[in-house]
């Protein structure tokens, strides 16, 4: 497993690179808002990074941090998680990866598995589109979730 500081090295690295390249200013409030991303557990929502970064920054408004996550997200230094009707999150981890997502607390977790990268696109998905990444979403309650559950209905019975 890829630890979270080699992680965050390899990002902030990629970001400098890629704002040189897209002839983008590197400012203090764009490496504050990278930096408060790279030192989130999981992956933040706009308003978590918003919410951190204006302790910093009082002035900055909820806009400009989510317009510069999409900047991000478009020069390819984080991407932007898969949505299922819940807000937009953000993953700075560009290792090729997958997630589970759990349906009671909505945490994502990261999770490596060389399987799931191989899998076999189906030709007709092949001849309709241009796959760029693969990227598996399982979907269930974590384990904190169902010992919440387990310790919760355990106390209840007599």
């Known amino acids: 497993m890829i630890k979270r500081k080699s992680i965050r090295k390899i990002v902030f690295d990629n970001f400098i690179k890629k704002f040189k390249e897209s002839n983008l200013k590197i400012t203090p409030q764009r490496i504050a808002i990278l930096e408060q991303v ?3 557990q999981g992956h933040p929502s ?3 990074i918003y919410n951190k970064i204006k302790k910093s920054y009082p002035n900055i ?3 400009t941090v989510n317009r510069t996550l999409l900047t991000f997200a478009d020069i390819g ?3 932007i998680v898969e949505g299922t009707g819940d807000v937009r999150r953000f993953d ?3 290792k090729s990866h997958h ?3 759990c349906k009671k607390c909505e945490r994502i977790e990261d999770f490596y598995y060389e ?3 191989k899998l076999e696109i189906p030709e007709n ?3 309709k589109f241009n796959i760029k990444k693969i990227r598996v979403i399982l979907e269930g309650i974590c384990d904190k979730c169902i010992s919440s559950y387990s310790s919760s209905e355990t106390d209840s019975n007599p």
Request: no cysteine; charged share 40%.
């Open 38 to 40: 790279l030192s989130s």
């Open 61 to 63: 408004s909820f806009d």
């Open 92 to 94: 700075p981890n560009d």
């Open 115 to 117: 399987d799931y990268d």
């Open 46 to 48: 706009a308003e978590e």
């Open 125 to 127: 998905i092949k001849e």
């Open 77 to 79: 230094i984080l991407d």
């Open 99 to 101: 997630h589970f997502r």
